[in-house]
């Protein structure tokens, strides 16, 4: 924990509890670590409904966290269940579910349990599609999603350690028959790793540590071609320049391309690195007429500059919202004015501006932002009237000091994160 500071008097620190061996292994670990310097452990427990013995395994978790006198809560998914791609949809609501419960309850820091294990299945599944740098330095142990510290303290640590903290203990654990499903890859690659040894798994792991270290100073220089070659607007647009793009050398542009991507289009993880490459390409090589379109962004060519924005078709989202309230809708951060603004609060939805709202607007001539932005921007709606957008000059209300609806661009992934701290 300690190479994962700086950690603030009496921490708060928020653990994913899954119930299984790792993760009850951390809670009991944290709990330990927080008890000595009087903070608190709150363990988090994510319901996907998607087993129907879900519901009762994290009741489970909660029994078991009481007794270590630990807060504990579950964190239900409502959306509707992924038809493809299972394992990684539950993943990424998993973790949206939790920092957004971070957030809202002050918590900076999010603690997960993998271990050097798991460590070596990233390790070898990315090896295995032919990823680059970024992709072989495996999960770092320091890093933000949606403005929350992820903290992966165990990853030196293999898994039976944590196994015989427990046993140790006296401690029971909850076994996902989904790590066992030899539908997943990589509870097939897990199989064939039972028959490494403990010194084989180790170079392994140390392998993905010497690779994080390039990643660790080919992510500085990333940075400091962002400074130079890159604007990034309050909109959630970015501009980027060409010709200093194209001076840098590939494996720098390649890593800001990545940022800059899930920075702009809220994805979570890098596209595959052969549509990246192919992307850099296009980018760095002769001057191009034509946009191209990739992780949820629009890249449209302009004199001298290359637009980078949102995706506004892929922006369904409507949310029902009353007057006072916060919450997160794409990359942004908003805030509905309160009831005394907004007398009749019925009715009230955010969703994009779309296309034909705004050529209503534009006849008045009232914003300068690039016209591919504009669908894409939140805007807050009565019915079919609309009420506000914050990103360009339409108020109704005329005597308001504030708008009605408020939005801070607030991406997930940072166009320039904090350090890639190594296990």
Not at 59 to 77: K, P
Not at 288 to 296: I, N, S, V, W
Not at 408 to 420: E, I
Request: hydrophobic share 45%.
């Amino acid at each position: 924990m300690a190479a994962l500071g700086p950690f603030e008097d009496a921490p708060v620190l928020a653990v994913a509890v899954s119930g299984g061996a790792d993760s009850l292994a951390l809670a009991v670990l944290a709990g330990a670590w927080t008890a000595g310097r009087g903070g608190r452990v709150v363990g988090l427990s994510v319901d996907h409904g998607l087993r129907a013995a879900a519901a009762g395994e994290c009741r489970q978790v909660g029994t078991w966290l009481a007794g270590l006198g630990m807060a504990h809560h579950t964190l239900t998914y409502h959306g509707a269940p992924p038809t493809r791609g299972i394992q990684a949809a539950a993943r990424d609501a998993r973790y949206r579910l939790l920092t957004d419960w971070c957030r809202a309850n002050g918590v900076p820091h999010l603690l997960l349990a993998h271990h050097r294990d798991d460590q070596v299945e990233t390790f070898l599944m990315r090896l295995a599609r032919g990823s680059g740098l970024d992709g072989l330095a495996g999960m770092p142990a320091l890093s933000r999603f949606a403005g929350v510290r992820i903290l992966r303290p165990l990853l030196g640590l293999p898994k039976a350690r944590l196994v015989g903290l427990l046993e140790n203990r006296g401690q029971d654990w909850i076994e996902d028959p989904s790590n066992r499903d030899p539908a997943f890859r990589r509870s097939r690659l897990r199989r064939r790793l039972a028959r490494l040894t403990a010194a084989e798994l180790a170079g392994l792991a140390a392998t993905a540590r010497a690779f994080a270290g390039h990643r660790q100073a080919v992510s500085a220089m990333a940075s400091d071609l962002a400074a130079a070659a890159v604007d990034l607007h309050p909109a959630g647009y970015a501009e980027l320049s060409p010709a200093r793009y194209a001076a840098a050398p590939a494996a720098i542009r390649r890593r800001l391309l990545a940022r800059l991507l899930m920075c702009v289009g809220g994805g979570g993880y890098p596209p595959r690195a052969d549509r990246l490459s192919a992307l850099d390409g296009w980018l760095a090589g002769p001057a191009a007429t034509a946009g191209r379109t990739l992780a949820g962004c629009r890249l449209l060519p302009r004199p001298g500059r290359v637009l980078i924005c949102r995706e506004a078709g892929r922006l369904t989202e409507t949310r029902s919202v009353v007057p006072g309230e916060r919450l997160r809708w794409d990359r942004f951060r908003l805030r509905i004015a309160d009831g005394e603004r907004l007398a009749d609060g019925d009715g009230l939805r955010v969703r994009r501006l779309g296309t034909a709202a705004w050529r209503q607007l534009d006849e008045t001539g009232i914003s300068a932002l690039p016209g591919a932005v504009r669908p894409g921007l939140p805007t807050l709606w009565r019915g079919d009237r609309l009420l506000s957008g914050p990103h360009f000059a339409f108020q109704p209300r005329k005597s308001a000091s504030q708008p009605l609806l408020s939005a801070v661009f607030a991406p997930a992934q940072a166009l320039v994160p904090d350090g890639f701290t190594l296990a």
